[in-house]
Every structure is written in C-alpha cells, then in structure tokens.
C-alpha cells in the first residue's frame, strides 16, 4: 500500500532540497519568503519546479535584518523573533520548507569521548519546561538538532494541554529552544491546523518524533492528529490515543510547512495510528524506517473494524520522505498484552533491533535483515519494564547502542536509567542514573538524542497517587545531558574505580553486576512454556489494575492512578519475587562472548515507594 503525500515535496528523486533566496533588486528583508527548493539539476530536465513565490508575512516590523555572521548578534535575534512570534511558531500554507529570515548558518558541533573506562559522566540535569496553571499536563517530549540556518542549536517538542487532561479535545505541542541545551526558551505552540469533529472545533495532537535530515538540513515533525474516538471517562472527555499520522517540514524550527498526512486512521481496520519513538536511517538501503502502532480505542464512538488487533509496525520511505509505504506485517504476541511503542536502532550486519513495551513486566524485542520490510517473530527479553515506552539510539561514536529505560518490573515508573550494548543488544551494562522516584513521582518516556559521545535524555515528570500533596510545577519535561567514555584506546590511567566507591548517581562506576540481559540470550534460554505462562498470569493481573490505552496510563493530573494502593503493591510484590532468588537476588543469565548463559546476581534495591 502506497500513501504519497497530497502534494510532492519535490517533483523528481534526481533533485536536492537546498536553501535559496529569490533574487531582487533589494536586499533580502521580512518582505520575501526564503524558501528551500528544488535545486535546478545541470543537463535537460522535464519535470516541473516548484518556483518560490514572494509573500508578505504578518509581521514585518522590529524584525532583525540578515547581516554578515561577523557582525550578527544571535541572541538579540532570538530575543526580537520570540517577542514577535507571540507564543506561536509559523506554519505555511505550503509544503516546501521555508525559513522567517536568512540568518547566517551555524555550524553542528560535537562532543568527544571521555577516556576509556572512565564512568559515564552527567554534564546537566534539569527541567527544560515545569507544568503550571497554563499548561498543566506535558508528555512525551522528543529533543533534537535544529537546522544550521535556525537561530537555537536544539529544539524540544512535546504535547500539552490546558486541562490537565491526556487527549483533552485542543492538545497541542509545545516547543521550546536553546543553545547550550541547558537553558531553554519558554514553550511557544506549534500551530498545527486544527481538525474538527462533531463535537469540537479542535481535536487532539499526539506523540511528536523528530527527524533532522543531514542532507537537506530539514526537520522533519511526525505526529498523529485524532478526529473520531471521543469517550468520556471520569467525567472528562477525551480522545483515544492516536488518529491520522502526519508530518510538517521546518528550515529553521519557527516556520513549518503545511501538513502531508502519511498513514490515515481509516485505513486497515480504522484504528487510531500513533508514533512515539524516532525513525531509523538504514544505511545499506537508504531507506527511512518508522516505527508506529494502532490501538484499539475503548469507545463505540468511532467505526473501527472489530477483527483489527492492537498491533505494531512500520512505515517505509524508500525516497527520503516523498513517499511512504507501510510495512505488510503487523506484529502482535501471544503471552503478553501488545506490542506498542517500538524503538528501532540499526545493529551489526545491517539489521534492525526493535524493542517493544508489552504491557507486562519485560520488554519484547524483533529484528530484521531486510532494512525494515520483514520482521522476525517477537520475543520476551530479560530486560525489566513497569508497562511504560523506552528509547533505543545507536551512537556511532562509540560503536555502541544506547538504551533508556525504566530499570524496574512492576510498580511506579522509577529508576530511570541508560544501558548500553557493545554486541547488538545480546547483553546490556547500566552506564548511569538519570533519576528516580520519590512518592508520588513517575519518571518515564526517555527519548535520546546524540551528539558525538554526548547522550541527551528528554523525559517526563507526572504526578500519581496523592496528587494534592505535590505541586503541580513538580511535574513537567526534564533533560539529562551526560557523556559516554570511548571503546577505542588506552583506559584512563587511574582506571575505571570500582563500583561504589564514594561515587553516587550517574558517576557511579559500571561493575560486572550491571549487565542485563538481552535479546539473544531471551531468545534461547527464557522462552519455555513454564516462563511465558508465569508472564501470561502476571500480565493478566496487571490488566485488571491498569489502563488498557497508552493514553491512559500516561495519566495526566486526573486519573486516580493508585499505585500505592494495597492490590498494586500486592501485584508489583508477586510482579517483583518473580525475578527474585532466595538470596534476595535478581538473576538473569548473561551472554557472554562464547554465547555460554552464564547466571549472575544484579542487587535489588528497596522501592523508595
């Protein structure tokens, strides 16, 4: 099945999106739009360009004029565009990419490695955006590179409402910018044109992935847009998660080209189609790979097929974006709830490792061998999750993939962690601590990106259980920023000290007893019938204390997510024995270089609620 966008965003494969400028007799002001085309290929050429058309902007006072880099004051700029955008970014009414102004290009530095066998070592931590009484609910943020003619060198984007309220009809995203990825703007509203339904003027926006493409210098924003499956649920009404995938275009991040919808809601089975987690350049085939799954809403109030499951799968574009093709499998698993939320990292050999949130108490994972196009059959991994997204990247500058995730197998989302595999995911070491949980805390849905040997972690701050008691600006988007050592040279001279000593939080150094388990080893030795029926059992207890939706269990401020209730710390006792030797031990086999399962025991530690 083809899905091609309404209109192409360049006529012929053979031509390159670069920056140009329409020529004038004047010099480039707020009066012309500066738009990225399609570059005039040397030699014959019959297909149609697209040519820049000049525009008259909304605002074309107290705006700074293009100058030489030498003499560009950046942050006068960013200061002048803030106050002129007036909380909203631009979006165009067409699909080239265009850009506010011709800044000066800047230039994408990166980060080295810390010396070999050093601990991983925390550069920052802290909240980007804290909820408050505008925006009281924020999720599911995604940070990323911002296009060289941009004026912030990162962007954070995530979704938000008013209300408090997950899928509230008007959720919107929030973006906000920085340049040292510390201190960051306040949030301004991507103004994604609204879709209407029979009962509101506006719907809602979920899940934003962002891509930053290297060749055009183009930021690519995925999101779903609901229109049907609205429910009432607690006196509140709300949309089920997901709807129609779609996708805008920025040059710079502030102004984004009219949205090209990728995947439809209607189509196979009328399931609400949502993406959460960022796309995988396969580097044989070029091709661009996009996780997304569809769910089953919990409402009669949309018309979906019956028969469809709550299934995973992917989107292909073979073109860089110009058209797309879903993927023929859609993946589902006996013994566990469902496989949604997939996260995707090229491993050796050109294959691709999937990893998914199974609505039990472990992670499930997939490959494939063919840039994307085919999947093996699922399996369980030993890698522990409370029901909740994680984020896998693969960082060239160490030759590693990175894994953030909830180091924990039932409860609150706590112990907020990054493992990294130096063997395509068969084995994981824990590297540093992003955060924890106090009562009343969760701390999930990691997103990475990376520069150089540098990991920058976005994730959420929620509130569950005992809500009156904790501020509401407790909550909201954080950011970790820590740096990997290298895997190549000499160790540093002191050598990597041993776990524990006086070092606390992501300095503490790696030790044996921080390997997880990972997918190889799952495959072949955790797979029997007497392990998956323990897992089905569990999985079938959790279903009656959670949310089926991944909308819900995000809960938002309002939903009574009672985890310290007596039947869910009942639960999360049996979920927490299951891995649990009588030396009051988790062990899990490791895989080591002989592929020989060895068993080792990783400490537990107390829950801190």
């Known amino acids: 099945m083809d899905i091609s966008p309404d209109q192409p965003f360049y006529e ?53 004029q293009a100058s030489n880099s030498s003499s560009f004051d950046r942050k006068q700029a960013q200061r002048q565009v803030l106050q002129m955008l007036n909380g909203k970014a631009k979006i165009s009414t067409n699909k080239i990419p265009t850009v506010l102004q011709s800044w000066p290009s800047r230039t994408h ?3 080295s490695c810390l010396k070999k066998g050093a601990p991983a070592k925390t550069e920052w931590s802290g909240y980007v955006h804290n909820n408050n009484d505008e925006w009281k609910y924020g999720h599911m943020a995604m940070v990323s590179r911002v296009p060289k003619r941009g004026l912030w060198n990162w962007i954070i984007v995530w979704q938000a409402t008013h209300t408090g309220i997950e899928g509230s009809p008007g959720q919107k995203l929030l973006a906000a910018f920085s340049d040292d990825a510390r201190a960051w703007t306040k949030p301004i509203v991507i103004p994604i044109p609204p879709v209407s339904s029979a009962v509101h003027q506006e719907t809602a926006v979920w899940g934003p992935v962002l891509h930053y493409d290297l060749k055009t210098d183009v930021l690519w924003l995925f999101y779903s847009q609901s229109s049907t499956c609205l429910k009432r649920k607690r006196g509140h009404l709300r949309y089920a998660p997901g709807g129609d995938i779609k996708v805008v275009m920025s040059a710079d991040a502030l102004k984004w080209t009219a949205p090209t919808t990728v995947y439809t809601q209607a189509a196979d089975g009328g399931l609400p189609k949502i993406v ?15 996780p997304y799954w569809q769910e089953r809403p919990k409402t009669r109030s949309c018309h979906t097929d019956r028969s469809a499951p709550t299934a995973a799968g992917v989107i292909i574009s073979k073109d860089q974006g110009k058209t797309w093709k879903v993927g023929s499998q859609r993946l589902t698993a006996r013994g566990t709830r469902y496989l949604i939320e997939a996260t995707l990292a090229e491993i050796s050999g050109g294959r691709i490792l999937q990893l998914w949130r199974s609505g039990g108490i472990r992670l499930w994972q997939s490959t494939s061998t063919d840039g994307g196009v085919t999947w093996a059959k699922p399996t369980p991994t030993g890698i522990p999750n409370p029901n909740t997204k994680v984020n896998m990247v693969r960082v060239d500058a160490t030759n590693q993939i990175a894994l953030a995730f909830n180091d924990v197998s039932g409860g609150p989302r706590r112990r907020l962690r990054v493992a990294v595999s130096d063997d395509s995911g068969a084995s994981w070491k824990r590297v540093m601590d992003i955060d924890s949980s106090g009562v009343g805390l969760h701390f999930s849905y990691p997103t990475i990106a990376v520069q150089g040997c540098r990991l920058l972690v976005a994730y959420s701050l929620m509130r569950h259980g005992h809500r009156d008691k904790i501020p509401i600006s407790k909550s909201g988007i954080k950011l970790h920023i820590a740096t990997l050592p290298s895997t190549e040279g000499p160790p540093s001279a002191a050598g990597p000290p041993r776990a524990g000593a006086g070092l606390k939080g992501s300095e503490r150094a790696p030790a044996e007893e921080d390997k997880l388990v990972g997918f190889s ?12 029926a323990r897992d089905a059992a569990l999985v079938h207890a959790l279903q009656d204390l959670e949310q089926d939706e991944v909308g819900d269990d995000e809960d938002g401020e309002d939903v009574d997510n009672e985890d310290d209730s007596s039947a869910s710390s009942q639960l999360n006792s049996q979920v927490d024995s299951s891995f649990i030797s009588p030396r009051n031990k988790t062990q899990v086999p490791i895989f080591s270089v002989g592929n020989t399962p060895d068993t080792k025991h990783i400490g537990r530690e107390d829950a801190e609620d």
């Open 12 to 64: 012929s494969p053979e031509l390159n999106l670069e920056i140009r400028t329409l020529e004038t007799n004047s010099a480039p002001s707020w009066e012309q739009d500066h738009v990225i085309a399609p570059a005039m290929p040397t030699g014959k050429h019959t297909g149609n360009v697209e040519v820049p058309r000049l525009i008259r902007p909304e605002l074309t006072k107290a705006t700074p």
């Open 109 to 111: 530095t990166t980060v």
């Open 276 to 290: 959460a987690n960022q796309l995988v350049v396969h580097k044989a085939s070029g091709a661009w790979v996009l």
């Open 521 to 532: 080893v799952i495959a072949q030795n955790d797979s029997s019938p007497e392990i998956l």
